[in-house]
Nanobody
Framework: QVQLVESGGGSVQAGGSLRLSCVAS????????MGWFRQAPGKEREGVAH???????YYANSVKGRFTMSRDNARNAIYLQMNSLKPEDSALYYC???????????????????WGQGTQVTVSS
Protein backbone atom coordinates (compact mmCIF):
# COMPACT_ATOMS: atom_id res chain seq x y z
CA GLN A 1 0.00 0.00 0.00
CA VAL A 2 1.16 3.53 -0.71
CA GLN A 3 0.42 6.77 1.09
CA LEU A 4 -0.37 9.76 -1.08
CA VAL A 5 -0.28 13.35 0.16
CA GLU A 6 -1.69 16.18 -1.94
CA SER A 7 -0.88 19.86 -1.56
CA GLY A 8 -1.17 23.10 -3.46
CA GLY A 9 -4.87 23.74 -3.29
CA GLY A 10 -6.28 27.13 -2.43
CA SER A 11 -8.63 29.92 -3.42
CA VAL A 12 -8.17 31.84 -6.65
CA GLN A 13 -10.20 34.05 -8.92
CA ALA A 14 -11.42 32.85 -12.28
CA GLY A 15 -8.63 32.90 -14.82
CA GLY A 16 -6.01 32.19 -12.20
CA SER A 17 -3.66 29.26 -11.82
CA LEU A 18 -2.74 26.67 -9.23
CA ARG A 19 -0.26 23.80 -9.18
CA LEU A 20 -1.20 20.71 -7.24
CA SER A 21 1.39 18.23 -6.01
CA CYS A 22 1.05 14.67 -4.83
CA VAL A 23 3.92 12.88 -3.11
CA ALA A 24 3.89 9.11 -2.73
CA SER A 25 5.48 7.04 0.03
CA UNK A 26 6.89 4.53 -2.45
CA UNK A 27 8.39 4.40 -5.90
CA UNK A 28 5.87 5.70 -8.46
CA UNK A 29 7.85 4.50 -11.46
CA UNK A 30 6.43 1.04 -10.78
CA UNK A 31 2.86 2.32 -10.77
CA UNK A 32 0.96 1.49 -13.92
CA UNK A 33 -1.08 4.66 -13.74
CA MET A 34 -1.28 7.73 -11.53
CA GLY A 35 -4.36 9.87 -11.65
CA TRP A 36 -5.99 13.09 -10.53
CA PHE A 37 -9.66 13.14 -9.62
CA ARG A 38 -11.99 15.77 -8.26
CA GLN A 39 -15.27 15.83 -6.42
CA ALA A 40 -17.55 18.82 -6.02
CA PRO A 41 -20.29 18.90 -3.36
CA GLY A 42 -23.28 16.85 -4.43
CA LYS A 43 -21.47 15.42 -7.44
CA GLU A 44 -19.71 12.16 -8.19
CA ARG A 45 -15.93 11.90 -8.18
CA GLU A 46 -14.65 12.35 -11.70
CA GLY A 47 -11.34 11.71 -13.38
CA VAL A 48 -9.38 14.79 -14.41
CA ALA A 49 -6.11 13.39 -15.77
CA HIS A 50 -4.22 10.11 -15.81
CA UNK A 51 -0.60 9.34 -16.65
CA UNK A 52 0.53 5.87 -17.65
CA UNK A 53 4.03 4.62 -16.85
CA UNK A 54 4.59 4.57 -20.60
CA UNK A 55 3.99 8.34 -20.44
CA UNK A 56 0.62 8.39 -22.17
CA UNK A 57 -1.56 11.07 -20.61
CA TYR A 58 -5.33 11.33 -20.73
CA TYR A 59 -7.26 14.51 -19.94
CA ALA A 60 -10.94 14.92 -19.37
CA ASN A 61 -12.54 17.09 -22.04
CA SER A 62 -13.49 19.68 -19.45
CA VAL A 63 -9.83 20.42 -18.63
CA LYS A 64 -8.08 19.70 -21.90
CA GLY A 65 -5.91 22.63 -22.96
CA ARG A 66 -6.00 24.19 -19.49
CA PHE A 67 -4.54 21.53 -17.18
CA THR A 68 -1.20 19.77 -17.52
CA MET A 69 -0.23 16.63 -15.64
CA SER A 70 3.38 15.67 -15.10
CA ARG A 71 5.44 13.21 -13.10
CA ASP A 72 8.81 13.30 -11.37
CA ASN A 73 9.86 9.76 -10.59
CA ALA A 74 12.94 10.90 -8.70
CA ARG A 75 10.72 12.75 -6.24
CA ASN A 76 7.92 10.14 -6.29
CA ALA A 77 5.60 12.98 -7.17
CA ILE A 78 2.97 13.90 -9.68
CA TYR A 79 1.72 17.38 -10.44
CA LEU A 80 -1.30 19.07 -11.93
CA GLN A 81 -0.74 22.54 -13.36
CA MET A 82 -4.12 24.21 -13.63
CA ASN A 83 -4.44 27.36 -15.72
CA SER A 84 -7.42 29.47 -16.79
CA LEU A 85 -9.37 28.18 -13.82
CA LYS A 86 -13.15 28.42 -13.86
CA PRO A 87 -15.65 28.39 -10.99
CA GLU A 88 -16.78 24.96 -12.15
CA ASP A 89 -13.27 23.65 -11.41
CA SER A 90 -13.95 24.13 -7.70
CA ALA A 91 -13.73 20.77 -5.97
CA LEU A 92 -11.72 18.57 -3.65
CA TYR A 93 -8.87 17.21 -5.75
CA TYR A 94 -7.47 13.75 -5.09
CA CYS A 95 -4.51 11.88 -6.45
CA UNK A 96 -4.62 8.13 -6.87
CA UNK A 97 -2.25 5.30 -7.76
CA UNK A 98 -2.73 2.04 -9.57
CA UNK A 99 0.04 -0.50 -8.92
CA UNK A 100 -1.34 -3.15 -11.18
CA UNK A 101 -2.36 -3.51 -14.82
CA UNK A 102 -5.28 -1.33 -15.80
CA UNK A 103 -8.19 -2.94 -17.60
CA UNK A 104 -9.37 0.32 -19.13
CA UNK A 105 -7.82 3.48 -20.50
CA UNK A 106 -8.32 5.73 -18.82
CA UNK A 107 -8.70 3.52 -15.77
CA UNK A 108 -12.06 3.45 -14.05
CA UNK A 109 -12.29 5.07 -10.65
CA UNK A 110 -12.86 1.60 -9.18
CA UNK A 111 -9.53 0.33 -10.51
CA UNK A 112 -7.53 2.69 -8.33
CA UNK A 113 -6.69 1.23 -4.92
CA UNK A 114 -4.66 3.98 -3.27
CA TRP A 115 -5.98 7.48 -2.64
CA GLY A 116 -4.83 10.66 -0.99
CA GLN A 117 -6.93 12.74 1.37
CA GLY A 118 -7.50 15.52 -1.12
CA THR A 119 -6.74 19.21 -1.43
CA GLN A 120 -9.43 21.86 -1.85
CA VAL A 121 -9.55 24.12 -4.89
CA THR A 122 -11.98 27.04 -4.86
CA VAL A 123 -12.37 29.32 -7.86
CA SER A 124 -14.42 32.49 -7.46
CA SER A 125 -16.02 34.41 -10.29
Amino acid sequence: QVQLVESGGGSVQAGGSLRLSCVASRDISSAYVMGWFRQAPGKEREGVAHIHRADAIYYANSVKGRFTMSRDNARNAIYLQMNSLKPEDSALYYCAALYGPNAYWPPLLSEYRDWGQGTQVTVSS
